[in-house]
């Protein structure tokens, strides 16, 4: 019997290290990325806005200035900020776009966007185009990952990144092992996962989560890691699996132990935690799979949302 044919979705999560390094070149000379005492917001949605999340606590963690993030429908338009920076894969959202529009001609915007060919090349004042990065798949991988690299990268080119954070090109070398190493047998057989992270990681918890929804129909659920024990705990048990991004707080590993529940937590492992984010992606492939979903499809979902009157 032939094997199965790959899916995009696996295709273009294993392509993210050279994408990573090319986000580097690409932060050198480009225009928009904001600078250290800017006061600025980042926004998208879906998967964007959770990249929103990690840059935001990235540079605040860096003290390049105040930032927030916000999903594009939830903006507080008539907030003062020196810069706002939206990241849409397509181009073509309407909550993106229509915040744009709200904000030409009083706040400096910056896009990061895949395609070249849709509307917030002329919505946004500066572009960054990362079309290397873009997919058929309608799940997001590398877009995401790409997108959050090139802002990571525009910290690095200021000088500061928060102590422990990886330059990307080190980001990107753990991306190669996360593409290659073996996914424990405990978490391919869950039947629930828990994501968790602390500050910038938080985010990449919220986006592991959405993509174990998306492609594998997954219950999954993202916290910080701290409030985990203020309830969400409840739920963690045999055949449940607890994963934490970045550091793992005091105590977390001996509680999930004495309730029978799986940890998975690579900060002992080394992992770049955006490296570790891919091992998640691989997770969401394997279980659609196994469910005899196909990632590459995911239901009530496309590529983009365009809002109709």
Request: aromatic fraction near 6%; charge should be negative.
């Amino acid at each position: 019997m032939p094997a199965a044919e790959e899916s995009r979705t696996a295709a273009e999560t294993a392509t993210q290290p050279a994408c990573w390094r090319r986000a580097v070149t690409a932060a050198e000379g480009a225009e928009g990325l904001p600078r250290p005492g800017e006061r600025v917001a980042v926004t998208g949605c879906g998967t964007s806005w959770f990249m929103a999340q990690a840059y935001a606590a990235l540079r605040e963690q860096a003290g390049q200035g105040e930032t927030d993030a916000f999903a594009s429908s939830e903006f507080p338009a008539d907030r003062h900020y020196d810069r706002v920076v939206t990241i849409t894969r397509s181009g073509t959202t309407t909550e993106v776009l229509t915040l744009l529009s709200a904000l030409r001609g009083r706040t400096p915007t910056t896009a990061l966007t895949a395609d070249p060919k849709t509307p917030v090349m002329d919505a946004a004042d500066a572009v960054a185009v990362l079309d290397w990065a873009d997919e058929e798949s309608v799940v997001q991988t590398r877009f995401a990952t790409t997108a959050l690299a090139f802002l990571r990268a525009g910290l690095e080119r200021h000088g500061t990144l928060p102590p422990g954070v990886k330059p990307v090109t080190e980001a990107a070398a753990d991306a190669e092992l996360a593409i290659t190493q073996p996914l424990p047998a405990a978490v391919l057989g869950a039947e629930q996962w828990t994501f968790l992270g602390r500050g910038w990681t938080y985010g990449l918890a919220q986006e592991a989560a959405l993509k174990m929804r998306e492609a594998a129909r997954a219950w999954t659920e993202a916290y910080p890691a701290m409030e985990y024990r203020h309830g969400p705990i409840s739920i963690t048990g045999p055949g449940r699996v607890a994963w934490i991004f970045g550091d793992l707080p005091e105590g977390l590993s001996g509680e999930v132990d004495r309730i029978g529940g799986t940890l998975i937590a690579d900060s002992d492992g080394g992992l770049d935690p955006m490296a570790d984010l891919i091992r998640a992606q691989r997770l969401a492939v394997a279980v659609a799979e196994s469910k005899g979903h196909n990632p590459d499809h995911p239901r009530n979902l496309t590529r983009s949302v365009i809002l109709t009157d």
